[in-house]
């Protein structure tokens, strides 16, 4: 099936997401089984989130703050509120799209060098594009009656490390945590300052443009998401092996859209006139003897 309708005259920036693989987890675990893997939160590459946050204590009700092990409790709260959360991410389209794909490519989510890099294999691996409604509506089914699921962009802020004594992110109330109990006030800090804790990183990230599901579970080890029909395509890189590209063409079915990217000097481009990507023809008698 061609690519057109996922590159002209592209103008709904909401529509798909991008998820950046390599070629081995798309091949042997996502595309098999029609799964993604929401990982432990501290699993990722950015280190607010990978090592361990550092709370204050703080009190309205002038209690006694000397009863406590400030540094043991807040190694016992972050352990708590990473190893309860879950997340799978992607990237997203820049906020305008003119239509224009000539122009539009800079701004697309699967045109993007540092992800391809960092995520992809250098290159070597794949973006899938999935529909964002559909993604959503197949999570919503499976894991919103069992966890506490939230979505929505990442917000970039560079943030100095003296906070301000209005902020309670990183600050544990002990009059609530005396009130509730460990565990209830796990559920009550993530709820509060989720935001702020999940959903922003600093703006080095910016241009991973990144959109993600976050999952507050018991759950121990990953959970797997049945994306059901929403892959809507797959981007190969510019440095993809031949057979891996045949290989996921041939592993997927004629409702998925397939293109490659290509680098000319200094631009991403198309890899538009390579018949390979067409599912169809490539079953035809014509491809098969010219290949």
Known sequence: MSMNKLIYGMK???RYIYHY???DVAINHILPTNTLKANNYSSTNDPKESKQWQFDLGTNENRDMGQYDMAALSIKLSDALKSKTKLVCFSKDETVLTGNHLNDIF???FCKPRMWAQYAGNH????LVFDRHKLDTAISGQINKRHLTLKGDVNYRDRGVVGRLDEGEYKINVD??????????VSAHFQTFYQRLFFEKMNDWVHESEFRWVISTDHDGPIMIDYQNALAGIVFG???????VDKIIDMT???????????KNCSPWYDLANFKYDKALRDSPWYKEKS
């Open 12 to 14: 709904d920036s909401n």
């Open 21 to 23: 693989t390599t070629m």
């Open 107 to 109: 701004k697309r989510g």
């Open 124 to 127: 070597s691996g794949v973006c």
């Open 176 to 185: 609530y945590l005396e009130k509730l109990g460990f565990d209830q006030y």
């Open 238 to 244: 510019d440095s993809a092996i031949e057979d891996d």
């Open 253 to 263: 079915d004629y409702k998925i859209l397939y293109t490659g990217l290509k680098w």
